[in-house]
């Protein structure tokens, strides 16, 4: 026991270390753009993609991941993603992975449904392990931006191979509609480190010589990475699916591919070209590609490919704000751009194979990423807009052109900064320099005052230890060798556990699907984990108002759907098919689990001003310090 009461300081110490860095990115206001580092990988198995480090937690842990254009948080893989069936390379295949107990950082919310609204329709789904945590956006060194207590869902599902980053400012809303949680981007701008909410990416092209990475700017965008042109497209009024452009021509040389005119969803999250299938027949004519049913793919035989690759065609993409608006850009593929590799698990034997699907109806015409490896796409959720431009791809040391891109009604003009294109961070601006200098005397301050705190505390704890016959300090309950253990916390029928023995040891989640018909999410009331009630039948939508779909808050059973709300914006019902089925944790071969449409959704909102949950008390140690230095009744 006495070498647990002389690890106190040292732990009060710290706890206010790390509780003063948590405030450094409010002292560093650059108030540029901040163009995030690419890993220098490719990954993915319906790839290759250029990937984007990010580090996770204390002490941090790195995965690679890929933009995504509809999400808002965070999503790696979680361990559980990789099973005893899968090759030993899997982590790494996956862009490695987050164990959530081995960060003390880490703030665990519970097991939800993806927010998939976008992507359900084009047969996607899984759950999360949601919670919070701390992020730096680039690799070790990268000196990328901090953002505090972010959501974070660790994903363990196939349907997503690799990570995602999420580039929307859309909250997420756990139990309580009123009270979202701020996303990566509204972090970036609510703490001064970017000029606005926006955002700029381009894949990259693996197929050029130079094998460009690809390129992710915050609050701005590079003008050495697209060709310029004026066509500015407003956004769509449903905020799952507001990336929308008029898709009025496909061409390849003189040959039509599209019949008439689509409107088609730009959308990061999903590898692949979806188009009505009549346009798909037509790329099979000109291609010579065959279909695969049962993969669900076009897959591309080496006869064909050395054809395809020796005569190197191009696809010429015409699109404008509308399906027949007058002012319109084009965006030209080459061969290359198609050319992509599946591997394990989408395949069982590594093929080539052509990115396009066949879509159902008109709620699956998607561009995907495969798009973006040949276009550049800026969003400006401040001004409602986003713009659409040929990509190009700078070799080695040619430098990067940061355009800041302000708030409307800011009184400072657009900014302007260079780096080279290799990959190398910018020195820190003079505010974070002072920023770190304030931060750093705060700290020594604060660590002298713990000291003092302790020795005094401790002088105290000497004259009032009562003493048993044996002349043994008698121990409060919080240091004994082990602690009381928290109540487990049922969400679905996931069951999280705290087990103590001696010390805090990994947590662990067991997390199993309810296969009796619904799925049961917990809603953090006081006294139990129900609903104010629950409805017995199916699940329905309470009303359907004029202008918007509205979903129910008392659903059916003990399914429970989440709104995703944007200021005024209503979301949007839509067809949709039947969710795909996705594991979470050990895949047993026919254990797999149906999951309903949007059960116990995390929602999303606009709502930039909602409260931040805070996890420190009044004098700025987290909870998480407290009990890990067995300060829980310290006056």
């Known amino acids: 026991m006495r070498a647990c009461s002389s690890s106190l300081p040292s732990l009060w110490i710290v706890s206010l270390v790390f509780s003063v860095i948590s405030y450094l990115p409010r002292f560093s206001h650059s108030q540029s753009a901040i163009s995030i580092p690419p890993s220098t990988n490719w990954d993915g198995n319906d790839g290759p993609w250029s990937t984007f480090t990010v580090q996770i937690g204390t002490p941090p842990q790195s995965v690679r991941v890929v933009p995504s254009s509809s999400g808002s948080s965070l999503w790696p893989i979680d361990p559980q993603g990789c099973t005893k069936n899968d090759p030993s390379s899997c982590p790494d295949d996956r862009g490695g992975t987050f164990d959530q107990p081995n960060s003390f950082t880490f703030s665990q919310v519970g097991q939800f449904a993806l927010p998939l609204s976008a992507e359900q329709p084009l047969g996607y789904s899984g759950n999360g392990a949601f919670g919070y945590d701390n992020l730096v956006l680039s690799y070790p060194g990268g000196g990328g931006p901090i953002v505090n207590h972010s959501v974070v869902a660790s994903i363990a599902t196939k349907d997503f191979f690799l990570g995602l980053l999420g580039l929307t400012p859309w909250g997420t809303n756990f139990t309580n509609l009123n009270d979202p949680k701020p996303s990566i981007l509204s972090l970036l701008r609510d703490a001064g480190q970017i000029p606005s909410r926006s955002w700029s990416y381009s894949a990259g092209a693996y197929y050029t010589q130079s094998k460009v990475f690809g390129s992710l700017t915050f609050g701005g965008y590079d003008t050495s990475r697209f060709v310029p042109n004026e066509l500015t497209i407003f956004r769509g009024a449903d905020i799952s699916r507001d990336l929308l452009v008029g898709l009025q021509a496909v061409e390849s040389g003189s040959q039509s591919l599209l019949a008439e005119p689509i409107v088609a969803y730009i959308d990061s999250t999903v590898p692949f070209i979806y188009l009505p299938e009549d346009a798909c027949t037509q790329f099979e004519k000109a291609f010579g590609l065959v279909y695969d049913n049962d993969l669900d793919l076009y897959t591309v035989n080496d006869t064909l490919h050395q054809k395809l690759q020796s005569d190197n065609p191009s696809v010429t993409f015409t699109i404008g704000a509308a399906i027949d608006s007058t002012e319109t850009i084009n965006i030209t593929m080459p061969y290359g751009a198609f050319d992509l590799t599946a ?293």
């Open 343 to 635: 591997k394990y698990p989408l395949v069982a034997n590594t093929t080539s194979y052509f990115p396009l699907r066949r879509a159902q109806n008109d709620t699956q015409y998607v561009l995907g990423r495969a798009f973006l490896q040949e276009a550049y796409l800026t969003v400006d959720y401040d001004r409602n807009t986003f713009s659409v431009s040929q990509a190009v791809f700078p070799g080695n040391g040619v430098q990067q052109n940061l355009v800041s891109i302000t708030t409307p009604g800011d009184q400072g003009s657009n900014t302007t900064s260079s780096s080279t294109s290799s990959g190398g961070s910018k020195g820190l601006s003079t505010g974070a320099t002072a920023g770190i200098a304030v931060a750093a005397t705060i700290i020594g301050i604060a660590a002298i005052a713990g000291l003092i705190f302790w020795l005094i505390r401790r002088r105290k704890n000497t004259k009032k230890t009562p003493v048993e016959k044996d002349g043994n300090a008698v121990q409060p309950d919080e240091l004994q060798g082990t602690e009381r253990k928290p109540a487990s916390e049922v969400i679905g029928d996931a069951m999280v556990k705290n087990e103590l023995q001696g010390s805090q040891s990994k947590q662990r989640l067991r997390m199993q699907s309810e296969l009796s018909g619904s799925e049961r999410f917990a809603s953090e009331m006081g006294g139990s984990n129900k609903f104010p009630s629950e409805m017995s039948g199916s699940d329905r939508f309470a009303s359907e108002m004029s202008g918007s779909n509205q979903f129910a808050s008392e659903m059916s059973g003990s399914n429970r759907f989440a709104s995703e709300m944007a200021g005024d914006t209503p979301r949007t019902e839509r067809d949709t098919k039947s969710a795909s089925t996705s594991d979470w944790g050990t895949e047993s071969g026919t254990n797999r689990t149906r999951l309903p449409s949007y059960p116990g959704t995390p929602s999303e909102s606009t709502a930039d001003s909602a409260a931040r949950e805070r996890e420190s008390g009044s004098d700025g140690v987290s909870r998480q310090w407290r009990k890990l230095a067995g300060l829980h009744e310290m006056p």
